[in-house]
């Protein structure tokens, strides 16, 4: 979003707007659909909202919160899984200019429960299970003043939904709240891949500015279906004029969705957009030169949660029509999209340079990400001034100013500090990747900053060493740890694949720059992932897997 198209201070801006606006647009046409149970047959059911059903929804949740006294930029822990109830809960919260405050489910009981402490919400809407666990582990209880269950009324004291729901039928006021574009939209807490998870504070013009990027950059067309395998990509849909088809898969493990279903649901539906982290790709891919399937009605995938193989690059452009593209942009929970890039580009050129030690190409930046690489520093930045902005070629911190970039982590001042930089009065959020910029103008990228191995004569990237060891044959994914103050290479193999000797993965790191000093090789029999897109490898813990051996 440039400055001639950004919203007035004045201006409400609020994502669910959009619902209202697809409801008078196209009132009857499906909004989201739901698997619900099978048939007879082992079929997959659905129930669906139509635009007109969920604006409704929503807005008697917005009403109704409203009638209970919960005031604008009010914080609510929302513990929902996904359902029908909980796109309309989240575009009710943002009508009602309440902030939700999202953690992932898969997170861990005492990380949810720090970032609970963390973001003390003031409110607290959960199915009747997170109602208990907030009860006997004791979830922010001095913060937490309202309680609503969805579902049926358990012993804790509160509302339900149903009586949000009948309160705010019966007010006929408007429901959406006149939010501006820097008012509190969401605290959205990160995976906590590299770290304690952070909550980003999100404002409703970093939702407005990540919608624009998105609908410009990938040309998304009003009635269109989407395949969100990560449910709270699917409210982005009706700012983008998409119909949501939420597949039957535990949402915490993509890595284990069951292919059938996925593929089954892009036929029934005839979804052309999908979005997926590389580990359901993969299984998918998989399946799909395994079965010689094809999915012609899907015209775009788009990728992200770590970057993706070539392999299932290569597997999932032969499934799709000739037309069709696998996307993979590049970004952050607090910062996104930054990049992008299509496979045809991976495959044709830069694969070949990622096999030799180059890092990944994550395509140019888009026009609303002013980006610049510094020099590496584990210490806070104050203004930009203060950094060494790089050339081209040299490896450095991926920082990024923009509308989509977040300001801060929520009451986290120190935090916020070693992330943020200060721009000529804008924030410039720091990454916490690194990489560097080729003569094209495109970005590379070589891994988490934090993630670097430094001993005193030299330095290795994980982005630049795990592409040399991925294109090996054999290998279905690497990682560069440190242990013993050395630099060791883990590797996950192909089933069924040879393993390698050392003799012959020695010659492969001696064979490369990016490589070069590597002598230690492990083998590990499936790496430890994150929760959310369960493909960021934890490097900490396979350290400490070669440390112990």
Request: hydrophobic share 40%.
């Amino acid at each position: 979003m440039d400055a001639a198209t950004q919203p007035s201070p004045q201006e409400t801006v609020n994502v669910a707007a959009h619902v209202s606006r697809m409801a008078e647009e196209r009132p009857y046409a499906p909004a989201i659909f739901f698997p619900d149970g099978a048939d007879a047959r082992g079929r997959v059911r659905y129930t669906h909202y139509t635009y007109r059903q969920l604006d409704e929804a929503s807005d008697a949740i917005a009403l109704g919160l409203r009638s209970i006294g919960l005031e604008p930029e009010t914080r609510v822990a929302l513990m929902v899984r996904p359902s029908l109830e909980l796109f309309s809960l989240v575009f009710g919260l943002f009508k009602a200019g309440l902030a939700p405050v999202m953690v992932d489910p898969g997170i861990g009981l005492a990380n949810m429960k720090a970032c609970l402490a963390k973001a003390r919400p003031e409110a607290f809407i959960g199915i009747p299970t997170a109602q208990a666990a907030r009860l006997v582990l004791r979830w922010s209880p001095d913060s937490i003043r309202t309680v609503i269950t969805v579902g049926p009324r358990g012993p804790w004291r509160g509302l339900t939904l149903d009586d949000i729901e009948r309160r705010g039928r019966r007010d006929r006021g408007p429901a959406l709240a006149p939010t501006k574009r820097d008012d509190l939209a969401a605290i959205l807490f990160t995976s906590g891949s590299t770290g304690p998870p952070k909550g980003a504070v999100y404002t409703h013009g970093n939702f407005a500015a990540q919608v624009d990027a998105i609908r410009r950059m990938y040309d998304i067309r009003p009635g269109e279906i989407d395949l969100p395998t990560f449910p709270l990509f699917a409210l982005f849909d009706p700012a983008l004029g998409m119909t949501t088809v939420i597949p039957d898969m535990d949402p915490t493990r993509p890595a284990k969705a069951d292919p059938v279903k996925i593929a089954s649901a892009i036929e029934d539906f005839g979804v052309t957009n999908m979005f997926g982290s590389p580990a359901l790709l993969n299984a998918l891919g998989r399946w799909g030169e395994r079965e010689r399937r094809s999915l012609p009605c899907l015209k775009r995938v788009i990728s992200a949660g770590a970057p993706v193989p070539t392999h299932v690059l290569r597997r999932m452009r032969a499934m799709l029509p000739d037309d069709g593209e696998v996307v993979t942009p590049y970004g952050a929970t607090e910062c996104l999209p930054v990049a992008s890039i299509e496979s045809r580009e991976v495959l044709g050129e830069t694969a070949e340079r990622t096999a030799a030690g180059a890092g990944v190409c994550v395509g140019r930046p888009v026009p609303e990400a002013d980006v610049a690489i510094v020099a590496i520093d584990d210490g806070p930045i104050a203004r930009m001034e203060d950094a060494r902005v790089l050339e081209a070629g040299v490896v450095g911190e991926i920082t990024v100013r923009g509308p989509q970039a977040t300001r801060a982590y929520f009451e986290a001042p120190a935090q916020t500090a070693l992330a943020k930089i200060d721009d000529g009065g804008a924030v410039r959020h720091r990454m916490g990747d690194l990489g560097y910029f080729d003569d094209e103008g495109r970005l590379w990228f070589c891994g988490r900053k934090a993630q670097r191995v430094e001993t005193a004569d030299r330095t290795w990237f994980t982005g630049r060493v795990e592409g040399v060891f991925d294109a090996h044959a054999a290998v279905f994914r690497s990682a560069l740890v440190k242990a013993g103050g050395r630099p060791v290479v883990c590797l996950e193999l192909e089933p069924g694949r040879r393993r390698p000797t050392q003799s012959e993965l020695q010659a492969l790191a001696d064979a490369h720059e990016a490589t070069r000093g590597i002598t230690r090789f492990e083998f590990h029999p499936g790496f430890p992932v994150d929760i959310r897109h369960n493909a960021k490898i934890k490097r900490e813990q396979l350290g400490a897997w070669v440390a112990e051996r």
